[in-house]
């Protein structure tokens, strides 16, 4: 499989190649035969680069999704969606939830918005193909109203913090199945989630570059199968840029392997992981993603919000938390208990508690630690 996938990423690096402005540029004078001399492409080439990195016109661009990423300072990224792109996902989508849920499943989606090319609405339109309704809820605005609704799910996709938190708010829910996106998910939510709700619970990995869609687990719950006729994975040492065996973690890095509007060549996208071959008895052929660890940005320090979650999501008593981050103390908003000593003591770092309410979806997008 990786020979074919390394000759049909060399094809579509020679179309941007032929068709992209800045990639006739970026690859002039490499050698469009050996995959791995190709330059990398960073999220700050593709935030200045924009609609240079186009390789079709923009007649052709279905959907543009504008967005900043955390810790990301000057203008913002703009993604181009071509409706093979969305189609591409669509079908994603649905076989993946297909596996997860009977035939006639209820499925709560509680994020994104049903704007048309949403990731909300690609999921719907995936779930309809195979005779599952798919409703858009939205990110939780009321909790009450919330938990309401949800007495008619049989399968919830969301957030993980959002969805932890209604979990511990609602144990009498038991919903069967839930899908986790679009966020670090700490292992103290699944087990929670299995623990309170007993329910399946299943990651998905996908970035808006990839129109949204990219790794998803099947029952077997051995690692998150990928879209391999649509993407390429590597996995680099993000300080060296050295390729990393299976098996090994380090920054995800993707290539596109259809002739999209907006092709990416060998792009890091920040994130940490790692690619295991180890076989699925589900019949899944091709590398599995083993693991998403968060952010490389994020990483780089002791004190991060993927360490934090690990650590604080783990306690029984606890519901929510926000964290800042002072030069001498981690100051935290937290609804629930935590022994503020023993956390303390983990980290190396005073802690200060200040107990209220505060439900995750107060703060839009990914969670972060803020820095004062």
Not at 335 to 358: F, N, P, Q
Request: glycine share 8%; aromatic share 8%; charged share 25%.
């Amino acid at each position: 499989m990786k020979n074919q996938q390394i000759k049909a990423a060399l094809e579509v690096a020679r179309y941007a190649h032929n068709h992209s402005p800045f990639y006739r540029e970026y690859l002039a004078d490499r050698d469009l035969e050996d995959f791995e001399t190709l330059p990398f492409l960073t999220g700050t080439l593709l935030r200045e680069q924009g609609e240079r990195l186009l390789a079709t016109s923009l007649g052709e661009v279905a959907r543009i999704r504008t967005f900043s990423t955390s810790g990301s300072t000057g203008s913002p990224k703009r993604i181009f969606h071509g409706n093979d792109d969305c189609q591409r996902t669509i079908a994603f989508f649905g076989e993946g939830m297909k596996r997860i849920t009977p035939e006639g499943s209820t499925v709560f989606i509680l994020m994104s918005d049903a704007k048309p090319g949403s990731i909300a609405s690609l999921l719907k339109e995936g779930l309809s193909r195979y005779h599952r309704q798919g409703i858009i809820f939205g990110r939780p605005q009321h909790l009450e109203e919330t938990i309401a609704a949800l007495a008619a799910a049989d399968c919830l996709v969301g957030m993980p913090a959002d969805v932890y938190y209604l979990c511990k708010k609602a144990p009498e829910l038991k919903i069967p199945s839930v899908l986790l996106s679009a966020d670090y998910v700490a292992p103290g939510i699944i087990r929670t989630l299995e623990e309170l709700w007993q329910a399946k619970v299943y990651t998905h990995y996908g970035l808006t570059e990839t129109c949204y869609g990219l790794a998803v687990q099947c029952p077997e719950l051995r690692g998150m199968h990928l879209r391999n006729d649509d993407f390429y994975l590597e996995i680099i040492d993000p300080v060296t840029k050295r390729l990393l065996p299976l098996g090994e973690m380090g920054e995800i890095v993707l290539t596109s392997l259809q002739k999209s509007v907006m092709p990416l060549i060998r792009y890091r996208t920040g994130d940490l992981g790692k690619l295991s071959d180890t076989p699925c008895p589900c019949g899944y052929l091709g590398p599995s993603l083993e693991g998403v660890y968060g952010r490389v940005e994020n990483r780089k320090s002791p004190i991060n919000i993927h360490r934090l979650d690990d650590l604080i999501l783990a306690e029984k008593e606890v519901f929510a938390y926000e964290a800042t981050l002072t030069e001498n103390k981690l100051l935290l908003k937290i609804e629930g208990d935590i022994e503020a000593d023993k956390l303390a003591s983990h980290l190396h770092l005073l802690v200060e508690a200040r107990h209220t309410v505060c439900p995750p979806w107060e703060s839009s997008g990914k969670r972060s630690l803020h820095i004062r």
